[in-house]
């Protein structure tokens, strides 16, 4: 009888199948090259939508949200875009319960946009802004935010028209350091900014095309980015933030302004509207409020002013704008 022998295979060993399949799944999840992973897809009805690019080799994401008053064929929507605090995230920011921002998009007919800043993590968390002095690793590795603002107006504008004479940036301590640093290099772009807790870190080179009107809301006692510069005790960069004053200082002179900008140092004038002040060449108006305290202790989410009967950011910043706010809706009694 003839001998038996192992029947013979081309498979290979265990090891390299499983190698295999890992780097398979692998594959599946990572990013396509391109500059855009999702498909063009228009924007046709109000609601919440997420879109994710690729920048600077880097996947990035933002959200937008619609407001129910949307109807294609209307005459485009001004655009407001909101930037997040270090080491938060566009979910955080697009949290009602904690900054109010689609409740103020439903009443002023706003688009907004939520991007996220730069992260390690797949999910997105913990990101941060390059504003110039701050912050974490966006500065670090030099990260173009810039860059990746002017990518995700122009993806958005694939999808939706919007108002493009009618373009705002805000942003809440390192976005506010972001919203700063637009004013700088995207005049041409951004009508006016609003900046909750974030001073100026841009530098000497700060050069905007145009006036930029400014508005800038602080706590006197903000134990994160100090009133009057340097490190907090809160601080997690422990950055050299520029001081308010100085902050407030710098753009009146970008901005031509012939005198100090007006204080509004009672929550009561400051929902009033603070004076506006005109340049004698660009017309231009530029505010800067603060009120001592605003939610002190209150965490991170809770210095964006609005959680109490103090002042209401959103309002103050809608009507610097210029952006048209309908009357709250009475709670139905119980």
């Known amino acids: 009888m003839p001998s038996r022998q192992a029947p013979t295979t081309n498979r290979p060993p265990l090891r390299e199948r499983l190698k295999a399949r890992r780097e398979a799944r692998q594959a599946e999840t990572k990013p396509a090259p391109t500059d855009a992973i999702s498909a063009t897809r228009a924007i046709t009805a109000p609601g919440d939508y997420e879109f994710k690019l690729i920048h600077q080799g880097h996947e990035r994401a933002y959200r937008v949200h619609v407001p129910k008053a949307f109807q294609r064929g209307a005459p485009p929507l001004p655009l407001v875009m909101a930037f997040h605090g270090g080491g938060g995230n566009m979910d955080i920011q697009a949290t009602d319960r904690f900054y109010g921002l689609i409740t103020q998009s ?21 990101a941060t802004w390059n504003a110039g002095l701050c912050c974490g690793q966006a500065r670090d590795k030099g990260i173009d935010d810039v860059g990746f603002v002017r990518a995700v107006l122009a993806d958005l504008a694939q999808r939706l028209a919007f108002d493009r004479q009618r373009v705002y940036a805000i942003g809440m301590s390192n976005g506010g350091m972001m919203s700063y640093r637009l004013a700088c290099e995207m005049a041409d772009t951004f009508q006016a900014i609003a900046s909750v807790a974030g001073t100026d870190g841009t530098g000497p080179d700060c050069r905007p095309s145009r006036p930029v009107p400014v508005l800038h809301i602080h706590a006197k006692d903000d134990e994160r980015v100090l009133f009057n510069g340097g490190s907090g005790s809160a601080s997690n960069t422990h950055a050299d933030f520029v001081s308010v004053p100085d902050t407030v200082r710098k753009w ?56 109490s009967t103090a002042i209401s950011a959103n309002e103050v910043i809608w009507d610097f704008f210029g952006l048209t706010l309908q009357a709250p809706r009475p709670k139905p009694h119980p």
């Open 252 to 307: 009146v002179a970008l901005d031509a302004q012939p005198r100090a900008p007006h204080r509004a140092r009672r929550a009561r004038r400051a929902l009033r509207g603070a004076h506006r002040l005109r340049g004698r060449r660009t017309g231009q108006a530029l505010r800067h409020r603060h009120r001592r305290p605003f939610l002190a202790g209150w965490g991170q989410a809770a210095r964006w002013p609005g959680g």
């Open 106 to 126: 439903e009443r002023g007919n706003t688009l907004l946009v939520f991007p996220n800043g730069y992260s390690r993590l797949p999910a997105g968390k913990l």
